[in-house]
C-alpha cells in the first residue's frame, strides 16, 4: 500500500520547514558526556518537547539523575487500536577533534545532498523524523490509527545510565504492543533494512600507575617500571595472532550463528572494495576465518578506544611518565553478558599486570547483545512501510554497534522491537563529518508514516 | 686550599642580589620546545648576556637556525694562564602537566631551603652560579685567573640541533684547554660529585595509521586494524621477559664496564628504599642482574615517553581510533652510537608492525654517550676546589641522563670535559615542582670560584 496522498502532500508541502527545524534541533550542542554542557542538554530536551506539544502531543521532560528523559503521548486511538512506543535520543556525541570537521559541527550545513553536522543521524535526525510523521497524520486527519508513546533520552552515549531504571518505574505507562527505534542504518543507499541483531558494550577504563611524578627519562630510566610500557604489554595480550580475543573465557557464551544466517549475510550486496575505500585504512583486517560483515555483526571485539601517557605535544620530552591510561571496549554478542565480560578482562588484566605499577580498572558502562527472529505483524507491516516508502524489498540486516536499552525493553516492557534505521555507510557517526542523507531523511518520514496505517490495517491471511 | 677570603666575603656579602637576579632568570620561560615561547627564549638570552657584561664580560647574542647562542668572553689572564670554556643552556623543559605543581613554575618560590621553579636546577641555576663565581674574582680583584668563554645555548631541551655545528665553524675562538660544565646532580646532599659517564639519546616518535579517520567502534570495530591496539603490540615487543630491550642487535655495540667500575658503583651510599620512596612506585624494576645504579649508569633502556590515541577526555566514547602515536627514546651507553641505534628501531618497528596500519617512524633527536677516565690537573683542581667547598672529597659518579654536546666538545676541540653539577637525587628535573637545593646554589658558586684559582695553581708534584 502506497503512502496516504494527503500524507504524501503534507510532508512535501512542508518539506523546507520541516528541514529549518531539524537544523535548530542540531544546532543545540547536547553533548552528554561533557559537564561543560549541560545546559544544552537541558536546553535540547526542551526544544523537543515543544516542537512535540506543536503537533499535539502531551508532553512531560522529565528529570533524571543525569540528563532529562522527554515523554510524549498521544492517546486516542483508542483500546482497539494498537499502541506503539517511538524511542530515540537527542544527546549526541562529543564532536572533537574539532580541527577535523570540514563545517562546524553545531552548525548544519548541507553538500552533496548530505546533512552535515553532529548528530545528524545518530540520532537527533533519525529521531525528529519520528515527530514528523506524527505530525504528517495528525495535521491532515486531526487523529492517528495508533496510540503513540515517544520517549526521547538524554544520556545515549554514555550508556544510558538512568534509562532501565525509568523504563521499570515507568513499565506501566510505557506499556506497549511495539517498540520502534531508528538509531541504526540502511544497508547501502535505496535499499531499506530492519536489523536483526545488535552488539552488546563492555567500556572500561585502565589507569596504569608507576612513580609518584613524571620522572627524567634519563637519571630514572631502566630502574623505574614504564607505566606506558606496561600498560602496552598488557593491551599486546587482548588478542592471539589470529586476532582473536585472548582473554581466557572470553568466547565461552558466544552463540554460534546458523550456516543459514551466516549465508544470508554473504548474500547482501556488500562491496568490500568500496568499504576499505570509506574506511581509508591500507588494508581490512579482523579474525582470522570470517568475512568482514561477520566480523562487525557476528562476532565479539576488543577495542581501544583512547591511549593516554606522557608528553604528547611537540618536539620531544624525556619523561618517564609517570601514569598511562587506555579506553577499552568489548562488542558483545548474544550470549555474553557485559558484567561477566568485565569481570574477565579485570581478572586478565590483574594476571597480566607486571609488578613495580598499580593497575586499576573501572567499568564505565555497559549493554546487552541483542537478535530477534523478525517473525509477526510489526515486521510485517514494517516490510510493507519500508517497500512503498523506497520502493524495495527491505533487507535483514545486523549491525555492530550497541543500543542497550532494546534489550531492557524487550525484557521489561514484553514487546517486540523493531529496528529500522536511515543512516548510511560512510555517515561518520561518532566521527569528525558526521552526516545524514536528504533522501534518506524525506523517506524515512514518509515509510513512518506509512508504518501506522500498515500496523492499523486487517490484513487477511493470503 | 680554601677559598679566598675576598672571594668569599663578596659572595656572602652579595647573597641576597644574586639570588633576585637568579629569580629574574627563573621567571622567563624560555622552553625551548615550544613555538608560543619563542620570544621568552630570545628574552633569556638577552638577559644572560647583559647579566655578563655587567661582571665584565664581552658577550655576543648570536642567532640561530633555532633559538641563539649567547657568549661570554673575558681573555685578559694571558697566553700563559689556561683557558676554559663553561657551557651551559638557558632554556628549560616544557612545565606541564601544570596542575601538578605546587608553585607556579615561573614564579620561583623557595620551601625548605629549595627553590622551586621550572630550570631551577636544569640548567639556570647552575649555569647563573658560573656567572657569579667569575663575578666574584672581577669585582674584587679585577681580573681572572684563567681567560674563559661562556657559551650558552637554548636548545639543549631539544636536543641542540645547532650547537654541534656552531662548535665546528667557531672551533678557533671556543678552543680551550678543558671544557666545564654543571649540569648534574651531586650523588647525595654534601656529596660533592664528578660524573664520569653520560648516556646518550635516540628521540623517536612512531605514528601509526589506520582508517583515515575515528570511526564508530561499534559499526566497524573486528574488521579494521586499531592502530592503538597495534602500537601497543609493537611497544610489547621493545622489550622481553627479563626487561631487556628485545630489539635485535641493541646491545652489540654495548662496552661491558670494568668489575672495578661496578665495584665503585657499589661502594656508594645508596639507599634504595629512600630512592624507592622518592620515585613513589610501588616497587622498583628493570633489567635482570643488575643494580639499580648499574641500570641508570651502565645499561640502556627503551622507554615509552608519551602515548596518545583516540578518545582520552571524561567519560566513554567508543570510537576506534584512525591514528595511535608514541614517542620512545632510547638511553645508549658507550658505543652504542644514536643513528645506528635509530636504525635498529626502525627496522624493527617495520618488521614487526601489523597490515592494515601504516607505520611511519621519525627519529627527533639524538647524542652520543659518553665516559671519561678523569685523569690529569683538570679533574685535580676540581676535586681539590669541591673538597674545600663542600669539605668532602667528591666521589665519581655516572649519570643516566644526556648532555649530547660533551662529546661533541670532546672530539672538535680536544679538551678535557669536567662534568661537575649541583642538583640532588628528587629534583624533579623535567618533571613539575624542579627545584635546586639554596645551600648547593651557594657551595657550588664557591666550588667554581676556587676553581679557577686551582687551576691557576702550579702544583708541585707530590
Redesign the interface.
Known amino acids: 500500500m502506497p503512502l496516504a496522498p494527503e500524507l504524501d502532500r503534507f510532508l512535501a508541502d512542508n518539506d523546507a520547514r520541516i528541514h529549518d527545524e531539524l537544523f535548530e534541533f542540531l544546532r543545540i550542542p547536547s553533548v552528554s558526556?561533557?559537564?561543560e554542557h549541560r545546559q544544552d542538554t537541558v536546553r535540547a530536551a526542551e526544544w523537543l518537547a515543544a516542537r512535540m506539544r506543536d503537533v499535539g502531543l502531551t508532553t512531560e521532560v522529565v528529570p533524571t539523575d543525569g540528563h532529562p528523559i522527554v515523554i510524549g503521548e498521544w492517546r486516542k486511538a483508542g483500546d482497539g487500536a494498537p499502541t506503539v512506543l517511538i524511542y530515540g535520543h537527542y544527546d549526541v556525541?562529543?564532536a572533537?577533534?574539532l580541527e577535523?570537521w570540514e563545517s562546524p559541527p553545531f552548525e548544519p550545513t548541507v553538500r552533496h545532498g548530505r546533512i552535515y553536522a553532529r548528530g545528524a543521524v545518530d540520532d537527533k535526525g533519525q529521531l525528529y523524523l519520528h515527530v514528523k510523521a506524527l505530525e504528517a497524520h495528525l495535521r491532515t486527519r486531526g487523529t492517528l490509527p495508533i496510540n503513540v508513546v515517544v520517549l526521547a533520552e538524554g544520556e545515549e552515549?554514555?550508556?544510558s545510565p538512568n534509562l532501565a531504571n525509568f523504563v521499570e518505574t515507568q513499565a506501566k505507562r510505557l506499556g506497549c504492543d511495539a517498540v520502534v527505534i531508528s538509531d541504526s542504518?540502511m544497508f547501502a543507499p535505496g535499499l531499506p533494512s530492519i536489523l536483526s541483531s545488535l552488539?552488546g558494550?563492555t567500556?572500561l577504563?585502565i589507569d596504569v600507575q608507576?612513580?609518584?611524578?613524571?620522572?627524567?627519562?634519563?637519571?630514572?630510566?631502566?630502574?623505574?617500571?614504564?607505566p606506558?610500557?606496561a600498560?602496552?604489554?598488557i593491551?599486546?595480550t587482548?588478542?592471539d595472532e589470529h586476532l582473536r580475543v585472548a582473554i581466557p573465557g572470553f568466547y565461552d557464551k558466544v552463540r554460534e550463528w546458523t550456516p543459514d544466517a551466516r549465508k544470508r549475510i554473504q548474500a547482501l550486496p556488500f562491496d568490500e572494495g568500496k568499504f576499505r575505500d570509506e574506511?581509508?585504512?591500507?588494508?581490512?583486517?579482523?579474525?582470522d576465518g570470517q568475512s568482514?560483515?561477520e566480523?562487525?555483526w557476528t562476532?565479539?571485539?576488543c577495542?581501544?578506544?583512547?591511549?593516554?601517557?606522557?608528553?604528547?605535544?611537540?618536539?620531544?620530552?624525556?619523561?618517564?611518565?609517570?601514569a598511562?591510561?587506555?579506553?577499552v571496549?568489548c562488542?558483545l554478542v548474544p550470549d555474553q553478558d557485559p558484567d561477566d565480560i568485565a569481570t574477565l578482562v579485570r581478572a586478565h588484566v590483574e594476571r597480566v599486570a607486571?609488578?613495580?605499577?598499580?593497575v586499576t580498572i573501572r567499568a564505565?558502562?555497559g549493554g546487552r547483545p541483542w537478535r530477534a527472529d523478525l517473525q509477526g505483524p510489526l515486521y510485517d507491516a514494517a516490510r510493507r512501510a519500508l517497500t512503498a516508502a523506497f520502493g524495495k524489498e527491505p533487507v535483514i540486516v545486523g549491525?555492530?554497534?550497541?543500543i542497550p536499552v532494546v534489550g531492557d525493553f524487550e525484557r521489561i516492557l514484553g514487546a517486540p522491537v523493531l529496528l529500522v534505521g536511515f543512516g548510511l555507510p560512510g555517515e561518520?557517526?561518532?566521527?569528525?563529518?558526521e552526516w545524514m542523507s536528504e533522501e534518506n531523511f524525506v523517506k524515512g518520514t514518509r515509510a513512518i508514516a506509512a508504518l501506522w496505517d500498515e500496523m492499523a490495517v486487517p490484513r487477511n491471511p493470503s
Do not use: C, W
Open positions: 558526556a561533557r559537564s556525541q562529543p572533537e577533534p577535523l552515549e554514555i550508556g542504518s552488539r558494550l567500556y577504563q608507576g612513580a609518584a611524578v613524571d620522572l627524567h627519562s634519563g637519571s630514572y630510566g631502566g630502574a623505574v617500571i614504564n606506558a610500557t600498560l602496552a604489554r593491551i599486546a587482548f588478542h574506511v581509508g585504512a591500507p588494508s581490512l583486517g579482523g579474525e568482514t560483515l566480523r562487525i562476532r565479539p571485539t577495542e581501544i578506544n583512547g591511549l593516554l601517557s606522557g608528553y604528547t605535544g611537540e618536539g620531544a620530552k624525556t619523561v618517564l611518565p609517570a598511562a591510561m587506555a579506553k571496549s562488542r607486571p609488578p613495580g605499577v598499580t564505565l558502562h549491525e555492530g554497534g550497541s561518520n557517526a561518532h566521527a569528525p563529518n
